[in-house]
Each structure stands twice: as structure tokens, then as C-alpha cells.
């Protein structure tokens, strides 16, 4: 049995809007487990990047717990949840959302440094693993699409988290870009023993991870 | 302490991509912290003037004689007082280095008198011979000598228990030459046997002051200084519009790095710290040069204040201007705090910014929150800040109310400028489809355009408010000015023959003469001057009253009734009828009021009483001026018979056009500083305006690509944007001219009253709102082209490469 880094427990989430509540999902239970990759499916709406900001402490759920290790993430103080997230999780969205002032070198090695991680020779073992040695010296701004994903990766695996957060991370990539990023995830699950959670329309992606997850009808199930 | 720096250094290389907002938050607080530190330098020097004066005053025995603008009083000046006939002695008075004692210096021989205890002479002792021997006689008590028990070796200590503690007396010669001060005194002593505050001082550089001028100083000094402040402050107000804007611009653009530093979980705390550790280390350096332009600033303004608070107010001055290292971090240090108060917003924007968007309807805004409780609280603030005004004596409380008057009006205009939109857009024909997106993108960049306009609208109310005050001002008394004078001459007198002389000569060409007799007296504990006058027709034609009985004149006339200065009337809460005990030579009196009169200019109390009445107290006293009138033709001879006659000199005789001259020179002087901040401000608006249509020009590019791509041209737009400047610029020229008219009225009722002592009818200015109406247009249209042209929205080719590649 693999230890499990993030267990969500009962979980519900319920918006309030001027036109009254709308209940997303309710009793939610998973156990996010080592080394193990994730493909989180369902309709577009049903909750599943709010249910991956939830796994990642970004969002507070209306209702449940969410334990990363043994500790409940949300009982914890401001500083120890920026903390676990800083030292724990990694996150890429499908904006990519690098740091436009910093260069590509400076993006990767951004989280790394301030979580006191930083190891060159892992850093340039991801960099060669995603082939953007020869971007290093670039603003984010010059690159294109797929360039940006694989640093926003880069960025992630540096830091060395247990598990990576994946919100779409093929969504505005060409399908010959979404193949290379997606095997450069597998790959990583595989050689970092990193947990991997990806969310995606495409049960062509999500049947290369190891547990597919679908978000249907308020509830999860595995399919 | 790693983590912070290297979230610091991420937060600061966002300036690389924001080069121009960097530029004008550095010119921003620049420019504020220019205007601020230099009304500060001025209002210290004007301050410490005053204090060297009043500190003396405080300590000295009698009268004193003191220089203008120097520390001190040379030893030539001294002979030629003792010449021209003043009987002064020289004074010392100095802290001895490195204690907390004070060594006074005087003339043994002529002032040994009071160091010795009372009815004690130098000749009663041996200290006469040791004197003559040449010894350096020291005179102190017994404890302070104990302090300096190895100090002043030279001197020849003489314990005497009733000298005070901390203060040691000695020769004047034997002071000077510690002090290095040889040929300098500190001041002299007037030891005349009662103080004639008409004597003239034969010497330019020097002034008499008594105890009544402390307090003078003292008014002139607070009023002179809130004024100055009150506008420093405001310009400082409209300088970090431009930080506001800038700052605001370059926070948003940052939102994305900071949303990433929160979601790999760097701590808010940290994140805040980085931001505001930024703001100050930008703000140290930009009120560094703030600091120095301040300066620069202040050696233009000085000369003008200096003029003004000498001429009119006979008031010392200090010339030089002392800067200090406390000085310099009290002026980053409001840099600094003004810094951070005009990005509060900006600031709690990030803070409150989530990694992710959230929806949440009961989602509690900070920011908007506390804007809601501030505007709330304006309105009663507004009236407390009035009532404390009118009931009390917090000056502080009469800028405050201003102020607060202010904020209302700017908190008004962005909701009035927003309410102008929705109707146009209301009532905008379907056809304009160009315009109707326009107004859909001004209400877009709402908050950085208001920020300018508000800017532009502080300025030119300020403009308009204080033009407004000081014209009607100036009207006002160019006309009291005229009546008041209204005789051909004035003619001082120097004794009574002199006096006889002159009646002779004017009886003889058929004029008139009305002297003019002066005199102190005291009303409620307080020093007054007390005119005495013959109140004919002549006054009763001429001297218009503020407020006064049917039959003021005929009562004043049989010495039943007085007039009282407006600025007695308001100090005092004096009113029409009211009984007055006064404190005239010894003497007391109760007599009611008849009549109010203005006397603009003049700080003193003063009242004016029937001749006869006068001379009840002052039965010697001979007038010290008269007024002739005389008929054109008379006054060739007249003159030419008087100089015959009397010994005259230009000193003697008055000529009422130079009075005039002066009296105008000196009050157009009294308020240049008004108009010159008041002036800087205006221009300092107009930046801020450009700099923010400089930062919405970036903001929407990518705004604009659409509207290219549907097959407008960029001249299009650009006729458009200027046609919508135009039409929000006069609207808030038409807003600015009403809020200066209440400023005007509040400088009028309320502050004037307060500070100066007099209240202005206000008149209005449509010429002058029209050149300002004028101004603020070119400026706006100039700010809108240059703000193209700085966004590189020349040309259409240049326009459309420039969106492209930014998105």
C-alpha cells in the first residue's frame, strides 16, 4: 500500500451567487497516493479545476477536510499552509503562468531557491529531460505555446514536490505539443516518483495515467 | 532573510517591464516631496526667526533692538544709535559650550545694577576695584559654579545666591572675547525711560521689539505657517496623484507574478513586506531628490516671504537657510509615508488578490469596505472640523475643515463624472457606434482617469478659490486704501513748536489739518493701540464703518462712544454696543462701542477714541502726524512755504501716493507665495494628467486592436479621445470653478477671520475663470497628444506593429 500525500475526505463545495447556492459536488473522498499519476475527467463545469484547487490548498471547501500528509490543511496557520504548499505541491495551469519578468533560468529556478531545494544537477537533468536548454536565456514573453508549458513544468519539478498539479496542461496546445508535454509528464511521474494529478477532456490522455477519475453528477467515482 | 530577498528581487525586476512607471513614480514623489520639503525649509526659517526673537524677549530686561536678519548686533551699529541719540546698552546672551548654562554679557558699569541684589551698588563692594584692576569678573550662584569647576580658568568668580541657576554673568568684554565674538553683541537693551513706539530706529538693518511683539510674532508666525503648509500640503496632495496613478498602473500589470508567488506559496506577509520595502527604498531615493529640489526651491521662494513678513509685519528674518540632517530624513520620511499612502490602494488590491479567482457572493472587499466607512465618516468629520472652526481656537481645525470641504468635492466628481456617462450613453443615438464604445472604454479605465482629473480638479478649484480670496481681497482694500487716504499730505511731527509752525502754515492757505495721536493701552490683559482723531465729516465721508449705530458718528464725536479694528472686533468677540473696560495709563475706563472699521494689513489690536478723550490719559502728548487737506491750487505754495518754514526732510513728509505705492507693493508680496504654490500646482495637475493618459494609452492597446481590425482609423480614435477630453475637461472646469468659489468663501469666513483678523466680501471673476477655463484646455489637449505620441501612437503603420506585437 503507497503512502498517500494528499487525502481529500468528505469534501463538498457550494457557490453562492446573486441567483442562490449551486452545490458543485458534495462527499467527495480521494486519496491522492506516491508515485502514482492521476487524469481527473468530466464534463466541462462539474467542478474538477475547483476540485484541484481544493487538492492543492488554493480553494477552502465548504465542507470536508483535506489532509496533506498527516496534517488538516485548512486547520493549519496562513503560514504553514503557504509552506506545505511551497514544499509539498507544485501546480501548472493552462495559461502557463510564468513570471514575465523573470527569464526562463530565473522561472525555473524561482521555487526551488525559496524552498531551499535548489540542486543544480536535478534542475539541469528536468531541463534536458524537456529539451529547453537552448530557451534558458529568453523572456516568456518570445516563447510560444508548448516552450512556455515545458518551462512551466520545469518550473514545478524543480522545486521538487510530491505531487504536481496538472489544471489542463494540454488545453491550448497543438496535438503533436500535447503528446511531447504529456509523455515529459509521464516520464517525470515514472523518474522523480513525483504524484502526478491531471486534469483533461481527453479519455485518450487519461488512459495513459494509472487511476482515471471522473467528476459526474455532483460525485466521483473511478472509472 | 533568503526567501524575502529573493521575492524582493522578483517584485523589483517587474520595474524592467514597466520602465515608464517607474520613471513617473520617481518624478511623482520627486515633485511632491519638492513642494513639501521647500514650504518646510521656508516655514522653519520663518519659525526660527521668530523664536530667536521671542526667546530673547522671554529673557531680556526692557525694549530690546535687534538685528533683521543676523544673529547679532555689530559694534558700529552701536556707536550710531549712541550718536543719533538712543540710549542702549549691549548684550551678550549665548549658551557656554558644552553645558546647559547661559552666559549673559553686559556693561558693568552701566548695567551692574541689576546683577547685584537690590538696592546694591558696584561702589558698595569691592567688585568696582577689581573691575578697574582688570580683572574678567564672573557673577553666578554657588551651584552653577559647581558645574564648571574646572571651566573659565581666566575668570574671577563672584558667588551671589540670587543670580538664577544655569546662568552666569559677566563683562561684556571678557564674554565677547570667550565667545569670539568680538565686535558682535547679541542684542541692545532700550533703556529709555518709557518705550515711545514711534521713536524710529535710525538704522535700517535693526528693529525694536517689546513684549507685545512676542505675541505678534507669534500670530504672525503660526498664521504665515499654515497658510504656507496648508498649500504645501495640498500640492503634495496632487504630486502623489501621480505616484497613484503610476503605482496603480505598475501593480497591475504585476498581478500575475504575485498571483504565481502565492500559488507556490509564498507567504502574504512576506509578499507585503517585499512590496512595501520596495516602495520605501523607491521613496528614499526619489525624496532624496525631492529633498534637494526643495531646496532649490525655497532659496526662490524666500527673498519674497522674507520681504513680506519684514515690511509688513516689521518682523526679524533669517536670510540663511539652515539645513539639517533631521531635516532631510523628516522630508524622505513624508516622502516615504506619502508614498505608501497613495498606493494603499494599489497595495491592498494585491493583497487581496487570490491565486485563483474565487466566486463567492458574500465575499467581503476590504478595500471597498473602508472607502465605504471613510465616506460615510466625511460628511459629519466635515462639520465637526466647522463647528471647532468657528467655537474654538484650533487653528489646525479651520485647514482641517478646508481639507475635508476638499475631499468631499473630489470624492464627488468621479460619481458625478460617472452619472454624466450613463447619460450620454443613455441617450446616445444607436448609430454612434464609435462613441458608444468610447464610453464604455472611459468607464473601463474609470479609476486612472478620475485619479487625473481629480488632480486637475484640486488645482484649479485651489486656483480659483484663492485667486478669488486675494482679488477680492485686493479690491477691497485698494478701495478702503483710497478712502482711508484722503488727505494731500501727511506730515510727521516731530514737537510741538514744530507742530505750531505747521498749523500756521495751513491756516494760512486755507486747509485743513486732523492729527493723529497714538498710544497704548491694554483690553482684557491684552495690548491694544489707541488712536486718538477728530471725527469730522471729513473721516465720516471717508472712513466707511463694517458695522455701526444710525448716529455712531455724532456719539464718537461727544467721546461717548469708540470704534474698534475688525481684528479686535473678531479676536476679542467684541460687538456693536458692547462696554469695554479699558487700561489706559493707569487709568481705567468703560465705554461702549460704536462703530466697527477695517484695517486690513495691520496685526495689532486698535481702537480709535475722540482727540479730547485721548488727551484725558495722555494730557502732554502731542500728535504724531497730521493729515492736510487742501485745495489743488493752494498746494504748490503751501509746500513750498512749509519747507521754508519747517525743517522737513522725506522722512517728515508723507506722499500718499507712495503710500499707496507701498501699501500695494507690500500686500501684492504678502500673497505672491499663495499664487506661486498655487501656480506649481496647477502645473503639477497637468503632469498628472498626462502621465495617466500616458498609462491608459498603454493599458488599451490591446483594447484598440479590435476596433483597427473592424476598419477604424487611428485618426478616428484619436479625434474621438480628444473630443472626449474636451468635453470631460470643461466639465471639470465647470465643477472646479463652483468648489473654488466655496474655497474662496471658506478662506473668506473662516480662515481669514481666524488667522488674520478680517473677512473679505467675496467678489466673483468670470475673466479669470476664463483663463483658467482656457489654460486647463490647452493643457488637457497637450497632455492628450503628447500622451499619444509618448505611447508611440503616431502613426497608423507604427500604431497597428505595436498592438500586434503586444499580444
Given at each position: 500500500m503507497k503512502?498517500h500525500?494528499v487525502?481529500?475526505k468528505d ?6 451567487t446573486k441567483?442562490g ?5 458534495t462527499d467527495?473522498?480521494i486519496n491522492f497516493?506516491?508515485s502514482?499519476?492521476?487524469?481527473l475527467?468530466g464534463e466541462s463545469?462539474v467542478?474538477k479545476?475547483t476540485?484541484l484547487?481544493?487538492?492543492?490548498g ?5 465542507t470536508?477536510e ?6 488538516n ?7 504553514a499552509?503557504?509552506l506545505l ?5 507544485a501546480i501548472?495551469f ?8 523573470l527569464?526562463v533560468?530565473e522561472?525555473i529556478e524561482?521555487q526551488s531557491?525559496?524552498n531551499?531545494?535548489?540542486n543544480?544537477?536535478y534542475?539541469?537533468?528536468?531541463i534536458?529531460?524537456?529539451?529547453i536548454a ?6 516568456p514573453?518570445n516563447l510560444?505555446?508548448?516552450e ?6 520545469a518550473r514545478?519539478?524543480?522545486a521538487?514536490p510530491?505531487?504536481?498539479f496538472?489544471?489542463?496542461?494540454t ?15 509521464l516520464?517525470i511521474?515514472r523518474k522523480y516518483?513525483?504524484s502526478l494529478?491531471?486534469i483533461?477532456h481527453?479519455?485518450?490522455?487519461a ?7 471522473e ?9 | 532573510?533568503?526567501?524575502?530577498f529573493?521575492?524582493?528581487r522578483?517584485i523589483?525586476?517587474n520595474w ?6 517607474l520613471?513617473f513614480?520617481?518624478?511623482?514623489i520627486a515633485?511632491a516631496?519638492t513642494?513639501?520639503s ?5 516655514n ?8 530667536r526673537?521671542?526667546?530673547?524677549l522671554?529673557?531680556a ?5 535687534i538685528?533683521r ?8 551699529d552701536?556707536?550710531r544709535?549712541r550718536?543719533?541719540g538712543?540710549l542702549?546698552?549691549p548684550v ?8 546647559n548654562?547661559?552666559?549673559v554679557g553686559v556693561?558693568?558699569?552701566a548695567?551692574?545694577?541689576?546683577i547685584?541684589?537690590?538696592?546694591k551698588?558696584l561702589?558698595d563692594?569691592?567688585?568696582?576695584e577689581m ?9 553666578g550662584?554657588g551651584k552653577?559654579?559647581?558645574?564648571i569647576?574646572?571651566?573659565l580658568p581666566?575668570?574671577t ?13 559677566g563683562?561684556i568684554?571678557?564674554v565677547q ?5 568680538e565686535?558682535?553683541f547679541t542684542y ?12 524710529k530706529l535710525?538704522l535700517?538693518?535693526?528693529m525694536?521689539i517689546d513684549d507685545?511683539?512676542a505675541g505678534?510674532?507669534?500670530f504672525?508666525?503660526?498664521s504665515?505657517?499654515?497658510?504656507i503648509?496648508?498649500?504645501g500640503?495640498?500640492?503634495f496632495f496632487?504630486g502623489?496623484?501621480i505616484v497613484?496613478?503610476?503605482v496603480?498602473m505598475a501593480y497591475d500589470?504585476?498581478?500575475?507574478t ?9 507567504e502574504?506577509?512576506l509578499?507585503?513586506?517585499t512590496?512595501?520595502t520596495e516602495?520605501?527604498?523607491?521613496s528614499?531615493?526619489?525624496g532624496?531628490?525631492?529633498?534637494f529640489g526643495?531646496f532649490l526651491?525655497?532659496r526662490?521662494?524666500?527673498p519674497?516671504i ?9 518682523s526679524?528674518?533669517d536670510?540663511?537657510?539652515d539645513?539639517?540632517?533631521?531635516w532631510y530624513?523628516?522630508s ?10 497613495s498606493c ?5 488590491k494585491l493583497?487581496n488578490?487570490?491565486p485563483?479567482e474565487?466566486t ?8 471597498k469596505?473602508?472607502s465605504i466607512?471613510?465616506y ?5 468629520l466635515?462639520?465637526t472640523?466647522?463647528?471647532l472652526?468657528m467655537t ?9 475643515f478646508?481639507?475635508s470641504?476638499?475631499?468631499?468635492g473630489c470624492t464627488l466628481l468621479p ?6 456617462l ?6 446616445l443615438?444607436e448609430?454612434f ?12 479605465f474609470?479609476?486612472?482617469l ?7 480638479f484640486l ?5 480659483v478659490?484663492?485667486?478669488g480670496m486675494?482679488?477680492s481681497f485686493?479690491?477691497?482694500f ?6 482711508r ?9 516731530a514737537n510741538?513748536?514744530?507742530?505750531n509752525?505747521?498749523q500756521d ?5 486755507d ?8 498710544n497704548n493701552g491694554?483690553?482684557n490683559?491684552k ?6 482723531f ?6 465720516e465721508e471717508?472712513?466707511?464703518?463694517l458695522d ?9 464725536r461727544n467721546g461717548?462712544?469708540i ?6 472686533s473678531i479676536r ?13 495709563n493707569?487709568k481705567?475706563?468703560r465705554i461702549q462701542v460704536?462703530g466697527?472699521y477695517?484695517?486690513y494689513g ?8 475722540q482727540l479730547?478723550l485721548f488727551k484725558?490719559?495722555?494730557?502732554s502728548q502731542i500728535p504724531?502726524?497730521?493729515a492736510?487737506?487742501l485745495a ?15 525743517v522737513?526732510?522725506?522722512?517728515t513728509?508723507i506722499n ?7 501699501s500695494?507693493g507690500?500686500f ?6 499663495s499664487f506661486q504654490l498655487a501656480?506649481i500646482t496647477?502645473f503639477?495637475?497637468?503632469f498628472?494628467?498626462y502621465t495617466n493618459?500616458i498609462?491608459?494609452n498603454?493599458?488599451?492597446k490591446k ?9 477604424f482609423s487611428?485618426?478616428q480614435?484619436?479625434?474621438?479621445e480628444l ?9 471639470v472646469c465647470?465643477l ?7 474655497i474662496a468663501f471658506i478662506?473668506?469666513?473662516v480662515?481669514?477671520?481666524n488667522?488674520f483678523g478680517w473677512r ?9 475663470w476664463l483663463?483658467i477655463?482656457i489654460?486647463?484646455?490647452?493643457a488637457?489637449f497637450?497632455a492628450t497628444?503628447?500622451s ?10 507604427n500604431?497597428?506593429r505595436k498592438?500586434l506585437?503586444?499580444i
Amino acid at each position: 500500500m503507497k503512502d498517500h500525500i494528499v487525502e481529500i475526505k468528505d469534501v463538498s463545495k457550494i457557490f453562492f451567487t446573486k441567483s442562490g447556492s449551486l452545490e458543485l459536488f458534495t462527499d467527495v473522498n480521494i486519496n491522492f497516493c506516491a508515485s502514482t499519476s492521476y487524469a481527473l475527467i468530466g464534463e466541462s463545469g462539474v467542478g474538477k479545476s475547483t476540485l484541484l484547487h481544493i487538492a492543492s490548498g488554493l480553494e477552502k471547501p465548504s465542507t470536508g477536510e483535506v489532509f496533506v500528509g498527516n496534517q488538516n490543511f485548512w486547520d493549519l496557520k496562513a503560514s504553514a499552509q503557504a509552506l506545505l504548499r511551497l514544499n509539498e505541491t507544485a501546480i501548472i495551469f493552462q495559461q502557463y503562468n510564468l513570471i514575465p519578468c523573470l527569464s526562463v533560468k530565473e522561472n525555473i529556478e524561482f521555487q526551488s531557491r525559496v524552498n531551499k531545494k535548489h540542486n543544480n544537477e536535478y534542475i539541469n537533468a528536468i531541463i534536458d529531460d524537456l529539451q529547453i536548454a537552448r530557451l534558458l536565456g529568453e523572456w516568456p514573453e518570445n516563447l510560444s505555446g508548448g516552450e512556455q508549458q515545458r518551462v512551466a513544468i520545469a518550473r514545478a519539478l524543480a522545486a521538487q514536490p510530491k505531487i504536481l498539479f496538472a489544471d489542463e496542461p494540454t488545453g491550448s496546445l497543438d496535438e503533436k505539443n500535447s503528446k511531447i508535454v504529456l509523455d515529459m509528464l509521464l516520464n517525470i511521474n515514472r523518474k522523480y516518483n513525483t504524484s502526478l494529478v491531471v486534469i483533461t477532456h481527453s479519455l485518450a490522455i487519461a488512459s495513459k495515467l494509472e487511476v482515471c477519475l471522473e467528476l459526474k453528477s455532483r460525485k466521483i467515482s473511478k472509472k | 532573510m533568503n526567501q524575502f530577498f529573493l521575492v524582493l528581487r522578483v517584485i523589483v525586476a517587474n520595474w524592467k517591464k514597466a520602465k515608464g512607471q517607474l520613471f513617473f513614480t520617481i518624478l511623482g514623489i520627486a515633485i511632491a516631496s519638492t513642494l513639501w520639503s521647500s514650504v518646510d525649509i521656508v516655514n522653519n526659517q520663518t519659525i526660527k526667526a521668530q523664536k530667536r526673537s521671542i526667546d530673547l524677549l522671554q529673557t531680556a530686561f526692557k525694549p530690546i533692538v535687534i538685528d533683521r536678519e543676523l544673529p547679532y548686533v555689530s559694534q558700529n551699529d552701536y556707536v550710531r544709535l549712541r550718536l543719533s541719540g538712543w540710549l542702549v546698552n549691549p548684550v551678550i546672551r549665548a549658551p557656554l559650550k558644552n553645558t546647559n548654562i547661559i552666559i549673559v554679557g553686559v556693561d558693568l558699569l552701566a548695567d551692574g545694577k541689576k546683577i547685584l541684589p537690590s538696592g546694591k551698588t558696584l561702589a558698595d563692594s569691592n567688585f568696582l576695584e577689581m573691575y578697574a584692576n582688570g580683572e574678567a569678573l564672573l557673577f553666578g550662584s554657588g551651584k552653577t559654579f559647581e558645574k564648571i569647576t574646572n571651566q573659565l580658568p581666566n575668570f574671577t568668580r563672584i558667588e551671589l545666591a540670587h543670580i538664577p541657576e544655569d546662568t552666569l554673568i559677566g563683562d561684556i568684554a571678557s564674554v565677547q572675547s570667550l565667545l569670539n565674538m568680538e565686535g558682535k553683541f547679541t542684542y541692545f537693551e532700550y533703556i529709555n525711560k518709557s518705550l515711545n513706539t514711534l521713536d524710529k530706529l535710525p538704522l535700517k538693518n535693526l528693529m525694536l521689539i517689546d513684549d507685545n511683539s512676542a505675541g505678534e510674532f507669534r500670530f504672525i508666525s503660526e498664521s504665515f505657517t499654515f497658510n504656507i503648509r496648508a498649500f504645501g500640503f495640498l500640492s503634495f496632495f496632487v504630486g502623489m496623484f501621480i505616484v497613484y496613478t503610476s503605482v496603480g498602473m505598475a501593480y497591475d500589470q504585476r498581478r500575475l507574478t504575485v498571483k504565481i508567488l502565492k500559488t507556490i506559496g509564498i507567504e502574504r506577509t512576506l509578499i507585503n513586506l517585499t512590496l512595501v520595502t520596495e516602495l520605501l527604498l523607491i521613496s528614499l531615493f526619489s525624496g532624496s531628490i525631492g529633498a534637494f529640489g526643495g531646496f532649490l526651491l525655497a532659496r526662490e521662494l524666500l527673498p519674497d516671504i522674507n520681504n513680506t513678513i519684514s515690511n509688513i509685519y516689521n518682523s526679524p528674518i533669517d536670510g540663511k537657510i539652515d539645513l539639517s540632517i533631521s531635516w532631510y530624513f523628516y522630508s524622505v520620511l513624508i516622502a516615504g509615508l506619502g508614498t505608501l499612502l497613495s498606493c494603499s490602494r494599489a497595495l491592498l488590491k494585491l493583497d487581496n488578490l487570490r491565486p485563483i479567482e474565487q466566486t463567492s457572493y458574500k465575499k467581503f472587499h476590504f478595500g471597498k469596505s473602508l472607502s465605504i466607512i471613510v465616506y460615510a465618516m466625511l460628511l459629519p468629520l466635515t462639520f465637526t472640523f466647522y463647528y471647532l472652526s468657528m467655537t474654538s481656537n484650533i487653528k489646525v481645525a479651520n485647514f482641517l475643515f478646508l481639507g475635508s470641504v476638499i475631499v468631499v468635492g473630489c470624492t464627488l466628481l468621479p460619481l458625478l463624472i460617472k452619472l454624466f456617462l450613463f447619460f450620454i450613453a443613455k441617450k446616445l443615438p444607436e448609430r454612434f457606434v464609435l462613441s458608444f464604445w468610447l464610453l464604455r472604454d472611459t468607464q473601463k479605465f474609470g479609476a486612472l482617469l478620475f485619479a487625473g482629473y481629480i488632480a486637475f480638479f484640486l488645482a484649479l478649484s485651489i486656483n480659483v478659490g484663492v485667486h478669488g480670496m486675494v482679488t477680492s481681497f485686493k479690491s477691497t482694500f485698494v478701495e478702503w486704501l483710497e478712502n482711508r487716504i484722503f488727505a494731500e499730505y501727511y506730515i510727521n511731527i516731530a514737537n510741538e513748536r514744530q507742530l505750531n509752525k505747521i498749523q500756521d502754515v495751513v491756516k494760512k492757505y486755507d486747509g485743513e489739518a486732523y492729527p493723529i495721536i497714538k498710544n497704548n493701552g491694554r483690553y482684557n490683559e491684552k495690548a491694544i493701540e489707541i488712536y486718538g482723531f477728530n471725527p469730522s465729516s471729513v473721516y465720516e465721508e471717508n472712513w466707511p464703518l463694517l458695522d455701526k449705530k444710525r448716529n455712531a458718528w455724532d456719539r464718537i464725536r461727544n467721546g461717548e462712544t469708540i470704534f474698534v479694528s475688525e481684528q479686535l472686533s473678531i479676536r476679542e468677540k467684541i460687538k456693536l454696543d458692547d462696554f469695554l473696560e479699558l487700561e489706559i495709563n493707569d487709568k481705567k475706563i468703560r465705554i461702549q462701542v460704536g462703530g466697527i472699521y477695517a484695517d486690513y494689513g495691520n496685526p495689532h489690536n486698535q481702537l480709535m477714541m475722540q482727540l479730547k478723550l485721548f488727551k484725558t490719559f495722555f494730557s502732554s502728548q502731542i500728535p504724531s502726524t497730521i493729515a492736510v487737506k487742501l485745495a489743488e491750487s493752494n498746494r504748490l505754495n503751501f509746500f513750498n512755504e512749509l519747507s521754508s518754514k519747517v525743517v522737513i526732510n522725506s522722512e517728515t513728509i508723507i506722499n500718499p501716493q507712495q503710500v499707496r505705492k507701498i501699501s500695494l507693493g507690500i500686500f501684492d508680496n504678502t500673497f505672491k507665495i499663495s499664487f506661486q504654490l498655487a501656480l506649481i500646482t496647477l502645473f503639477v495637475a497637468a503632469f498628472t494628467l498626462y502621465t495617466n493618459l500616458i498609462s491608459i494609452n498603454k493599458l488599451r492597446k490591446k483594447d484598440l486592436l479590435p476596433i483597427y481590425l473592424i476598419g477604424f482609423s487611428v485618426n478616428q480614435v484619436i479625434r474621438l479621445e480628444l473630443l472626449k477630453i474636451y468635453i470631460l475637461t470643461n466639465m471639470v472646469c465647470f465643477l472646479s470653478i463652483g468648489m473654488g468659489v466655496i474655497i474662496a468663501f471658506i478662506l473668506s469666513e473662516v480662515i481669514n477671520p481666524n488667522f488674520f483678523g478680517w473677512r473679505i466680501p467675496i467678489q466673483v471673476f468670470p475673466k479669470y475663470w476664463l483663463q483658467i477655463w482656457i489654460i486647463a484646455n490647452i493643457a488637457s489637449f497637450f497632455a492628450t497628444i503628447l500622451s499619444f505620441r509618448m505611447s508611440n501612437v503616431k502613426t497608423s503603420a507604427n500604431f497597428d506593429r505595436k498592438i500586434l506585437r503586444s499580444i
